[in-house]
């Protein structure tokens, strides 16, 4: 599963973020395929999934590599036990604060 993060970009305007609809993420064990939001930097990083409660339900570590010209992370992530409906996709680099991402579960 390929999810594309670039359009999630992290902006120094105060012009609120385009309002995008949620990735989708199957009820399954995946390869996770990230294409990080632009200006994101090769190196470790943690992914988790919280499912609609807020509870952490996936988790993983993972190195980012920058393949042309896009920092792409890739890991195997496990969502068979993981609830429907709306979550979210939280990723950092490691120390560094997490970025949330809106995900429905399916």
């Known amino acids: 599963v390929t999810l594309d993060l670039?359009?999630?970009?992290?902006?120094?305007?105060d012009a609120?973020?385009?309002?995008l609809p949620p990735l989708v993420l199957p009820r399954a064990k995946v390869t996770l395929t990230l294409l990080l939001?632009?200006?994101s930097e090769a190196g470790n990083y943690e992914v988790r999934v919280l499912g609609s409660d807020g509870g952490e339900a996936a988790s993983a570590r993972a190195g980012a590599?920058?393949?042309?010209?896009?920092?792409?992370?890739?890991?195997?992530?496990?969502?068979?036990t993981v609830g429907l409906?709306?979550?979210?996709?939280?990723l950092r680099r490691s120390s560094e604060s997490w970025q949330t991402f809106s995900v429905r579960l399916e």
């Open 37 to 39: 939001p632009v200006g």
């Open 16 to 19: 609120p973020a385009e309002d």
């Open 85 to 90: 409906g709306t979550g979210s996709l939280q």
């Open 6 to 13: 670039r359009k999630h970009s992290v902006t120094r305007s």
């Open 65 to 80: 590599e920058i393949r042309d010209f896009v920092t792409t992370l890739r890991t195997l992530v496990d969502l068979e």
